[in-house]
């Protein structure tokens, strides 16, 4: 049996260290970009206070994308991939795909996303990248931040700083207000 | 510790020659869980054939010993706050270091606790539940770190933990692992179906009822086997608490819809647990006792119904169906009686207990459904608490009896 226990309990620590080690991994060879972020802050029962973070990827008009997509329509539920363009100062969504490209294309960066909601030629999409945790002592901070924000988007830009796999997942690396980074 | 001479002086004397067939006895009885270990320690403690704590022993622990556990506890909630309130000072793969530290301190401490030499299995089983649950947590403070949400992120935390922590209720024969696994189980089952678009309220319903049954029918199968015996009653008891609140929901009006069957798996799992509760009414549990057969026949009958009322006409499964309605309370009274049957033959005077308690909890909600509309409020509250005073006076009457019965059996 000890030989066993200690199988599971190396397996248990092991799945830690590759849990962790994939997502710094990606973190660190996938491509960066950047996008504007609406901040919300509710408070999450169980994994402590967080940004609930909206983008403007997050509703899609299908119709109004530079290269709009097949007309067969998505269905809640369905993945799907963001074609970006990344830019200055954030990516620019150019086209909504079903399927990642064999190879990679220049100037592209495909982010993995679900349609929680389609409506016709109307998607809301999530991408895994909602969440900013941020530590109780900091929600004055980030209040104000969205107060502001609410107030004048233009003058109080929020961006997320994002990596990309090459498959397609997306992992929050920083939030920043007016170019200054909120680390946490 | 207590040494072998404290312990031989509670006792007139124990001749040598009985010291090994005592051990062997002793281990005899607990393959057959008919002790647990730590008593088993005990017993041998008290002929001074094992050195341990024994409970007269653990009386007498001195003060400064119960002190020192008082500080290191104090010690191990301070770190514990320390490490809470700097937890974003400190960097990423100095948090994961942490993380395995406390995962693997509590596992292999309690490993050793439990399963050394007899001495502080209590300490040792619950080092090992906190590693597991440490672990759980570690998994998802892992994605809080890097902000993973959503499918890859927390949605996953519950499966795996469920799959890592399932194994060791296993292997290390832990009651307490196989609860954690259950509840972890459950929270995703839940949460998935919560999640997910396009379910009905009859498909949830069933799913739920066919997870009870499931769970049930593990508790079965569990029953015959020495080592694993304390697993039946875990794995039967949540089944019970699954098929009890799912037909005491369903026999209120406007929980179930007919919707569009679009899921089959409410119905394959009900299939599931059908063929296996007649497995095992016609097998190895059948050779038990009659009373295991007609339990297996019962629950097979209410995956049956179950799987019938999931493909039901829409005109007989609507919410103001009087057919739907008679069903689901006859249902839920066959259960209810089938439960306290169950526990008088077995004399489980628990069982009992709850099936009494259930009845009497439906009993009183029928009586605010049906007479609460037709009686003045007043009138309507003054006969309810009539009805709970005499029928309270009744069912202990009746409970008394069935476990005064159980007893004289």
Known sequence: MKRWFIAIVAAQLLFLVGEAGYYQWTIATGTPIALRVVPIDPRSLFLGNYMAMNYDISR?????????PETKPFQSGETLYAVLEPRKPTAVLIGVTRELPAASVPNRVFLKGVALYADGRTLNVEYGLERYYIPERRQDEVNAIWSAHALDPEHTPVTAEVSVSRNGQGFLRSVSVKGKTLAY | MESNEDNRAADPGLPPEHGEWLRREVGEWTREALIQKDQAGWILARYGLME???PRSLKRVPMIRIIAA?????????????MGANWEEIPRFGRLVLLMFATGGCYFTGYALAHGR???????TALLLLGSMIWGVSILLIFQMYYVAGEDGENAALPITFCGVLPLAYLLRSPLHLALSVVLGAGWLLFVVSSAPNWSGTQVSMLLLAVGCLLYLLGMLHRGRTSESAFASIYAGFGLAFV?????ALTFVGIHDRGETRHSLPAILLAVSAAGALFAAFARVAKTDRAS???ARALAVLSVVGFVLLYAPAKWATGDAFAWKLTMNLLLFGTELGMIGLGWKRLQPGLVNVGLAVFFVHLMTRYFDLLSGMLPQGLGLIGAGLLMLFSGIWLERQRKNLLRSMKGV
């Open chain 2, 70 to 82: 008082l500080g290191a506890v104090l010690v191990g909630i301070g770190v514990l706050l320390v």
């Open chain 2, 244 to 248: 009890m609140c799912v037909l005491y």
């Open chain 1, 60 to 68: 899609i008009d299908l119709d109004k994308l530079p290269e709009p």
């Open chain 2, 52 to 54: 341990t704590e024994t």
């Open chain 2, 118 to 124: 007899g001495k502080q299995p209590a300490v040792g």
């Open chain 2, 293 to 295: 057969a007609w339990e």
